[in-house]
């Protein structure tokens, strides 16, 4: 078990660019969620994916976002034409998801990728 | 919709004192609470979880108490050390997702 990995983990660009994030999530786990965190306040949902199917969407995820899951395994998460207000933290988690109740399991975090705009 | 909030937002202590951080949460049909602590800069680690069941989780020196009715969670710190200093958030599971409070930072003064 090494963790849930994010790339890169610091990343600086100019207003108006493309920026792509990676996770990679535990290798069993078939959720994977994506949240942002801004300066002094806790994360926020963006979206889930079960397998390679996103499944919810938060209204926060405008339409220059997108994420994808392919093959259900890693997931890249593409903000467009980046504004000063995407400046956060874009965390990564994944938790496993049992059929047999409710979904009760820890979400496990990864180290997050900071994006600063300028 | 789900709103967290966490009291105090900042709390300093010196070495040895107890430490109480405190959750509400407005939405008690919630599956599960966990206390999370975060490093300036890094991710999220968890500390405990508490199942929507439970009435409390302990680990070392660390006990977290739920009472899912009234919507609220402290979490205790016994002993607190100059290593305990962070920030604590605290997240209620809603069905697939977790809502955040704004999470308390800590400083322990050696």
């Known amino acids: 078990d090494t963790g849930v990995s994010q790339n890169p983990r610091h990343k600086i660009t100019k207003r108006g660019q493309n920026v792509t994030f990676r996770c990679d999530p535990i290798?069993?786990?078939?959720?994977l969620y994506w949240y942002r965190q801004t300066l002094g306040q806790g994360p926020e949902f963006l979206t889930y994916f079960q397998n390679e199917a996103q499944l919810e969407k938060s209204r926060l995820l405008s339409d220059r976002f997108s994420a994808e899951r392919p093959k259900g395994s890693f997931s890249t998460l593409e903000i467009q034409r980046t504004e000063q207000g995407d400046s956060a933290m874009y965390l990564c988690a994944s938790s496993p998801f049992r059929t047999s109740g409710t979904s009760t399991d820890t979400q496990y975090f990864g180290p997050g990728t900071r994006l600063t705009v300028l | 919709k789900q709103e967290v909030t966490q009291i105090p937002a900042a709390l300093s202590v010196p070495e040895g004192e107890n430490l109480v951080l405190n959750c509400s949460f407005t939405?008690?049909?919630?599956?599960?609470l966990q206390w999370f602590r975060q490093d300036p800069g890094k991710g999220l680690t968890s500390l405990l979880l508490i199942q929507s069941s439970q009435r409390e989780q302990t680990s070392g020196r660390l006990n977290a108490s739920l009472d899912k009715s009234s919507g609220r969670s402290t979490l205790y710190i016994a002993a607190s050390q100059p290593g305990d200093s962070a920030t604590y958030l605290c997240?209620?599971?809603?069905?697939?997702?977790?809502?955040f409070g704004a999470g308390t930072t800590v400083t322990v003064r050696a």
């Open positions: 290798s069993e786990h078939n959720r």
């Open positions: 997240a209620v599971l809603n069905d697939y997702k977790l809502s």
């Open positions: 939405d008690s049909a919630i599956y599960n």
